[in-house]
């Protein structure tokens, strides 16, 4: 079951196709295959518990379009998985990878545990088991369906799934591409684990950089000094608030499902998430204040709010609560459109999940083009290009007589690592994607960055389809 009773995501989603689809063309016949499922599959498998028992466990795989492959998307694990849940999950990877020019068709898998509840080896027994159940059903592959991390689960899930897939598929000379977010050992790439973070952190920079609808907000345009509060302290949120606080903002809130953290005077992310790793929450924390009911941090003031947890978060029962200015959705579906309108119409500026959490699919994008060539990035240039300015430094020094400092001499002619790589092309996807996005929504008068973004999707999508034709 979803968060808090009977809300559908993929119903949501399909209701903002809907409307979003109305500002162009598309045949109703086109749309509707947009928008539904392409596949979708559901399967149970034994767990054998230490006593002789059994527990029987629930997996989902969704492809949901087959536009352009192969499909990609994270595994989730966490008691809410259910197929709705998937389904909508599977939807915005669809809509994000259009979204953000990323060849990918959307997908999403998800196992219904509580994975706090099992330990590792029955998690990778779980994991493996899960990965053999895809394999049999031709629903993983380099070339097919590449998963990667999600909520509840990490790089340790991925490098059981590469490792399964590889044991049944010795041929398959991709096979490391079957997977992303996989550890470094295991051909994965510098950046991933930090992507999701990073392009939130990109992505909310970029929104705040626009005078005009910083105006609009009665904000200064900038990310010094704004007060952020965030919802959830995982890999998403944590990478978030780290790399919003080093650009200058003050983290004032971290809501977590067992209590949150409330500091005017800014939180120090790296201690709290220290505190947390050790006593699994933030209960007795020396600084601030403790808040018990920690969904209420979700309405205190601050300039900007980033639910970064579930989805579901923030619904009509809350919204007209919220005094933030800006929400900035790193979670998948936190905000329900019934709560939308009410943002909306509160003058509040909404960063959808599917341009804002993209960081993470685009940097599993360049690990998949890393295992399908082979090699990392920057390995087969960065001596030579080092050697290039160098020789350009040292004609400088010669035309000038003036000389460099070492330290000038390293920052210019250190040749690019993959990290330096992957961190540039994840700010140009971030970059491009939000300014055209934010282009449409003005060109159309529109109030949601979240239909602009439907709409450059929508439209990518079918230009696709309508090549492709329809077979046979
Ligand atoms: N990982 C990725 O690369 C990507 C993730 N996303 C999305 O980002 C979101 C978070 O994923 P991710 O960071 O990977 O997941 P994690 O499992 O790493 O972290 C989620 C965090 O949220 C906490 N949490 C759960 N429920 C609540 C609640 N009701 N209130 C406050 N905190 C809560 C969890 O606590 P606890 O651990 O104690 O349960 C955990 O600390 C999801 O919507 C996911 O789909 C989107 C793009 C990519
Ligand atoms: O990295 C990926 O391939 C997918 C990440 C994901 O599941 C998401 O963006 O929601």
């Not at 795989?61 to 809410?80: A, C, E, M, N």
Request: with cysteine.
């Amino acid at each position: 079951m979803a968060p808090q009773g009977e809300y559908s995501l993929f119903e949501d989603v399909c209701k903002v196709v809907d409307y979003a689809a109305s500002y162009l063309d598309i045949h109703p016949g086109l749309l509707e295959q947009i928008k539904l499922c392409n596949s979708v599959y559901k399967f149970h498998f034994p767990l054998k518990n230490a006593d002789g028992s059994y527990t029987v466990i629930e997996g989902y795989r969704v492809q949901h379009s087959h536009h352009k492959l192969p499909v990609k998307g994270g595994i989730r694990y966490s008691t809410y998985v259910d197929e709705e849940e998937v389904k909508g999950l599977a939807a915005l990877m669809t809509y994000k990878c259009a979204l953000v020019n990323i060849p990918y068709g959307g997908a999403k898998g998800g196992v219904s545990i509580d994975p706090t509840k099992y330990n590792v080896d029955q998690l990778e027994k779980i994991t493996r088991r899960y990965t053999a159940e895809l394999i049999k059903k031709k629903f993983i592959g380099p070339a097919i369906d590449v998963p990667a991390p999600d909520y509840g689960t990490g790089s340790r899930e991925m490098a059981w799934i590469v490792d399964t897939f590889e044991a049944f598929n010795p041929e398959v000379i991709n096979a490391k591409g079957c997977v992303t977010g996989k550890p470094l050992s295991q051909h994965g790439i510098d950046g991933r684990t930090e992507a999701t973070g990073m392009g939130v952190y990109i992505g909310i920079r970029e929104a705040v950089s626009v005078q005009e609808d910083m105006d609009q907000l009665d904000l200064s345009p900038g990310l010094e000094g704004k007060t952020i509060i965030v919802q959830g302290l995982g890999n998403v949120g944590y990478y978030s608030a780290k790399y919003l606080q080093e650009a200058g903002a003050k983290i004032i809130g971290i809501a977590e499902w067992n209590g949150g953290i409330w500091d005017e005077n800014g939180i120090d992310i790296d201690a709290l998430k220290t505190y947390q790793n050790k006593n699994k929450g933030f209960k007795g924390y020396e600084r601030g204040e403790f808040v018990e009911k920690s969904a209420e941090l979700l309405t205190y003031p601050c300039d900007i709010l980033v639910p970064a947890a579930l989805e579901n978060q923030i619904t009509s029962e809350n919204a007209p609560r919220i005094q933030a200015k800006i929400i900035a959705e790193a979670a998948n579906g936190p905000v329900t459109q019934d709560a939308e309108k009410i943002l909306l119409n509160k003058n509040i500026l909404v960063i959808p999940d599917m341009y804002l959490n993209a960081g993470g699919v685009t940097v599993s994008y360049f690990e998949w083009l890393k295992n399908l060539s082979r090699v990392s990035f920057g390995k087969l240039e960065k001596r030579y290009d080092m050697k290039k300015y160098e020789g350009l430094l040292e004609s400088i020094e010669k035309i000038t007589g003036d000389s460099f400092s070492d330290e000038q001499k390293q920052l210019i002619a250190r040749g690019a690592s993959e990290r330096d790589l992957v961190n540039s092309g994840l700010e140009e996807t971030m970059v491009t994607a939000y300014h055209h996005m934010n282009g449409v929504r003005k060109e159309k008068n529109l109030k949601s960055l979240r239909i602009a973004g439907f709409i450059v999707a929508l439209e990518r999508i079918a230009i696709s389809y309508t090549d492709l034709g329809i077979f046979p």
